[in-house]
């Protein structure tokens, strides 16, 4: 009888994560879906507690609580930190289905191997290796994203890099295939905890050597390794609702690194062998081009004389938390009967929609948010394209020079406005290391600054010092 | 016991269809809630935390389903209320605000 009532909730529950999933196709929607989940979840969980063979509660009481107590300020975070907490989530998940994997192995040993099936321990082995290695990888992501100190920023290479990294992949899954055949064997309990070593190894190898530019499309493997943990976790317990979730998370974030993929045109194998940092040292400083500047006055007289204005934001925008600034901008521009869209490229920032969540942050309404590939036809008709902290993704080379490490990536053509303006921090070149060639079109003037000062700048020209010039 | 094993990769098998054919009609605007939805929704590997943390079992096992139990629950309210923290904000019309 509960069986039947337990199985009949689950059946509901993974319905309710596909309308979930179903209603985020558009943000009228989307909330619903937010109902549908902790609905499909809070079913799930309740169902589980009621299980006859669950007997400790208090237990699981101190675990929820703890639960909540982290969780809830993790809710909290500044949306410029978003990228950081959902790699950290991602950790959360690893972890999660590498100690409930290992808790199963070393709990069914004394069942033998009627219960250590070869396929129970083929799922258990792919649990815990994708468990632990998007543990340790994530915090590994996490760590950059949030530029901890001892987690190097830039890109860290060696030679036989990845050799060594197959090397320890290839023993890994060695260890796994002989623990699969002898799961009971007297030595198989101690050579478990090697194969977790090698996994946890494997995580932090696996992203050191790649670059900030690259995090997008990393964070949405790791969110699609999560997510298949939980699968094969499925695969253990024989629970179809477990399998399903895991599937719907695991394609999900198969799509989004796809997207990624194909923003940047290079392959899942670059991304994660690729080490892009390590490209452009030859032409870091070759000959002397001149960058001209501006001044926010004479920016804002331009502004103010166009009809249509086309704003690029990139990281830098993020990183100054500029977004509320532009919002004053955009209301600006906006009452002078002036056209103001925001072209959104899709690997802008730390994670996939990431600009989007900062510009809906400060109001902007949706329908100003503008895909590439929508806006690139309007580009030639803009009087100003302002790109505010954005670098490689409006960086001309990707379309002419072959010899870039970013050419063939699609990208926001601002070259094509009448008048560029590009705020950027320093002089520096961006985060791939790559000299952008937009910025010494003689259409371009440079405003340099932080992109919170110099919009605010703007915005001040524009509002007060109107009559003035 | 073998036999029950093709349901469940059955399952796996529709399941990604259904979610390749879900996520990708989710409007691009939302590909950063949608990732923080799927962690929550992903997060209900707690029910095989509940499983081992309240079974009848040796305490060090038990105290490993803590911990993922921990965890999860933390993905669970942290994925969802950022959900709704960030779907929140999305309008169509500006003047509704300040």
New interface residues.
């Given amino acids: 009888m509960f069986h039947a009532l337990s199985q009949i909730a689950y059946i509901v529950a993974s319905a309710l994560f596909i309308l979930a999933l179903h209603w985020m196709n558009t943000p009228a929607t989307a909330r619903k879906g937010v109902y549908a989940g902790v609905a499909g979840t809070t079913i799930a969980v309740l169902v589980t507690w009621a299980e006859p063979s669950v007997i400790h509660h208090w237990w699981i009481v101190g675990a929820i609580a703890l639960g909540f107590v982290v969780g809830i300020p993790l809710s909290q975070v500044p949306l410029t930190a978003v990228p950081q907490r959902t790699a950290l989530s991602h950790a959360f998940g690893g972890i999660a289905a590498g100690l409930v994997g290992t808790a199963e192995y070393y709990l069914r040993l004394g069942d033998g191997p009627e219960w250590l099936t070869p396929f129970r321990m083929i799922a258990l082995i792919a649990e815990i290796l994708l468990g632990y290695l998007t543990f340790t990888g994530s915090l590994m992501a996490a760590g950059k994203l949030q530029e901890v100190k001892w987690v190097p920023q830039r890109p860290v290479t060696y030679p036989g890099q990845n050799f060594v990294n197959g090397l320890l992949f290839a023993s890994a899954i060695f260890l796994a295939g002989i623990i699969a055949a002898n799961p009971t064997a007297s030595w198989a309990p101690y050579v478990f905890p090697i194969i977790i070593v090698l996994a946890l190894a494997f995580g932090v190898l696996l992203i050191i050597p790649i670059g900030g530019a690259d995090m997008p499309t990393v964070i949405a493997i790791l969110n699609s390794y999560a997510g298949l943990s939980a699968v094969a976790m499925g695969f253990v317990l024989d629970s179809k609702l477990l399998i399903t979730a895991g599937a719907l998370d695991g394609s999900s974030g198969l799509i989004l690194a796809i997207i990624m993929c194909k923003a940047m045109n290079r392959s899942f194998t670059n991304v994660l062998f690729g080490a892009f940092g390590q490209v452009q040292q030859a032409q870091a400083s070759g000959e002397q081009k001149q960058y001209k500047s501006e001044t926010p006055e004479g920016a804002a007289q331009v502004l103010e004389q166009s009809s249509f204005v086309v704003i690029i934001p990139g990281y830098g925008m993020a990183v100054a938390q500029a977004q509320h600034k532009v919002r004053e901008l955009y209301d600006q521009l906006k009452k002078r009967g002036i056209t103001v869209k925001f072209a959104i490229h899709p690997v802008a920032g730390r994670m996939p929609g990431h600009m989007n969540v900062l510009l809906a942050e400060a109001d902007i309404p949706y329908t100003d948010l503008v895909e590439m590939d929508d806006i690139n036809h309007d580009m030639p008709q803009a009087d100003v394209a302002l790109v505010v902290g954005a670098n490689d993704v409006v960086n001309p080379a990707a379309r002419t020079d072959k010899s870039s490490p970013i050419y063939g990536m699609p990208i926001i053509e601002a070259d094509k406005a009448r008048t560029i303006f590009a705020i950027k921090r320093s002089k520096n070149p961006g985060f791939a290391g790559i000299d952008n060639e937009l910025y010494f079109s003689d259409r371009t003037w440079m405003l340099f600054g932080d992109a919170k000062v110099v919009i605010g700048e703007l915005v001040k020209e524009l509002s007060g010092g109107s009559g003035m010039h | ?2 036999g ?2 093709w ?2 990769v059955w ?2 098998v529709l ?2 269809f ?3 054919g ?36 040796p305490l060090t ?2 105290m ?31 003047k509704e ?2």
């Fill in positions: 016991m073998t029950d094993l349901p469940t399952v796996f399941a990604s259904i979610g390749l879900v996520i990708r009609k989710v409007s691009r605007l939302l590909h950063t809630p949608l990732m923080s939805l799927t962690n929550a929704i992903s997060a209900i590997a707690v029910v095989g935390a509940i499983l081992v943390t309240g079974g009848d079992y096992i038990r490993l389903g803590a911990v993922a139990l921990f965890a999860s629950m933390a993905n669970i309210v942290s994925g969802f209320l950022i959900t709704d923290r960030m779907l929140r904000m999305f309008k169509t019309d500006s605000h300040r």
